[in-house]
């Protein structure tokens, strides 16, 4: 007997869009599809109403994921973006809006208290402000961070490291101590190649025929001057000595041996000892 399910197991896009775009209605600032799913664009100010729509009257029950977007350029950077999910449609759809460091954007925690969480993820990463929003802290940086990781302006490397002190009983930022010595930072790219020689470089060939590191540096020394270089024309200058004894590298030959017998074994109660064989030409 074959069971049918009341939901399709791909549901298709056709027709959604048109849909949805007609209900939100001035709601709306764009609607697309793009890689086979459903994008709406909502007016900051409209988000909650939106999803409220969405979630009453189009089946799109649940709030899987509110994720975070920047785009230093604009002057509207970020992109919230939240992911619906119609369980009795089985279908998904995305929703997003764009706003600016210092505009608020209304919570929806009041449709969904999940997203309290999903919000503060944002808040965290990104810096946007959610108005309304009950608990709007730091949830995956430590207490006392400074900045928003996930921006694109984010420095990556630096002279100040941030720790938890036990003197003070909280995060502090303090300057980098590295233990290694002659550890210091510059800061070009990888793919650049540094302007002055690195140490050990200082000893390399500069007549190869390769590129040579550029000395750009009054410490930076050129190649040793050797008055006589060193040469290995007869065998006295390469340390070695005369040949081993070519007798010594053939193998010895391997003696083959009469394997032992091995002992009898010891009697017990149950077990009388056993007499030894006689050997050939023994007397019986």
Do not use: C
């Given at each position: 007997?074959?069971?049918?399910?009341?939901?399709?197991?791909?549901?298709?896009?056709?027709?959604?869009?048109?849909?949805?775009s007609?209900?939100?209605?001035?709601?709306?600032?764009e609607?697309?599809?793009?890689?086979?799913?459903?994008?709406?664009?909502?007016?900051?100010?409209?988000i909650?109403?939106?999803?409220?729509?969405?979630?009453?009257?189009?089946?799109?029950?649940?709030?899987?994921?509110?994720?975070?977007?920047?785009?230093?350029?604009?002057?509207?950077?970020?992109?919230?973006?939240?992911?619906?999910?119609?369980?009795?449609?089985n279908?998904?759809?995305?929703?997003?809006?764009?706003?600016?460091?210092?505009?608020?954007?209304?919570?929806?925690?009041?449709?969904?208290?999940?997203a309290?969480?999903?919000?503060?993820?944002?808040?965290?990463?990104?810096?946007?402000?959610?108005?309304?929003?009950?608990?709007?802290?730091?949830?995956?940086?430590?207490?006392?961070?400074?900045?928003?990781?996930?921006?694109?302006?984010?420095?990556?490397?630096?002279?100040?490291?941030?720790?938890?002190?036990?003197?003070?009983?909280?995060?502090?930022?303090?300057?980098?101590?590295?233990?290694?010595?002659?550890?210091?930072?510059?800061?070009?790219?990888?793919?650049?190649?540094?302007?002055?020689?690195?140490?050990?470089?200082e000893?390399?060939?500069?007549?190869?025929?390769?590129?040579?590191?550029?000395?750009?540096?009054?410490?930076?020394?050129?190649?040793?001057?050797?008055?006589?270089?060193?040469?290995?024309?007869?065998?006295?200058?390469?340390?070695?000595?005369?040949?081993?004894?070519?007798?010594?590298?053939?193998?010895?030959?391997?003696?083959?041996?009469?394997?032992?017998?091995?002992?009898?074994?010891?009697?017990?109660?149950?077990?009388?000892?056993?007499?030894?064989?006689?050997?050939?030409?023994?007397?019986?």
């Amino acid at each position: 007997m074959t069971v049918l399910h009341s939901s399709p197991r791909i549901t298709s896009n056709e027709g959604v869009k048109a849909a949805l775009s007609a209900a939100l209605g001035s709601m709306l600032v764009e609607a697309r599809e793009e890689y086979g799913e459903i994008l709406l664009t909502v007016a900051r100010d409209s988000i909650e109403d939106a999803l409220r729509l969405l979630r009453d009257e189009h089946e799109y029950q649940q709030l899987m994921e509110i994720a975070g977007a920047d785009y230093p350029n604009r002057a509207e950077r970020f992109d919230v973006v939240y992911m619906l999910l119609s369980l009795t449609r089985n279908h998904r759809i995305m929703v997003k809006l764009t706003t600016d460091e210092a505009t608020p954007v209304p919570t929806v925690t009041t449709l969904w208290p999940v997203a309290g969480w999903l919000e503060r993820e944002v808040f965290d990463m990104y810096g946007v402000l959610f108005a309304g929003n009950p608990d709007l802290r730091r949830i995956l940086t430590d207490y006392g961070f400074q900045g928003h990781p996930q921006r694109k302006d984010f420095p990556l490397t630096g002279y100040v490291e941030l720790r938890y002190s036990e003197e003070d009983k909280r995060v502090v930022y303090e300057p980098v101590e590295l233990a290694q010595d002659l550890r210091t930072f510059d800061f070009m790219s990888p793919w650049e190649g540094a302007d002055y020689i690195l140490p050990g470089d200082e000893k390399a060939d500069i007549t190869h025929p390769g590129p040579a590191p550029v000395a750009t540096t009054a410490q930076t020394k050129g190649p040793p001057t050797v008055d006589k270089p060193k040469v290995t024309e007869t065998p006295a200058d390469t340390g070695a000595g005369e040949p081993a004894n070519t007798v010594a590298a053939k193998k010895a030959p391997v003696r083959k041996t009469k394997a032992k017998a091995p002992d009898a074994p010891a009697p017990t109660e149950n077990r009388p000892a056993r007499k030894p064989r006689a050997k050939k030409g023994d007397p019986k």
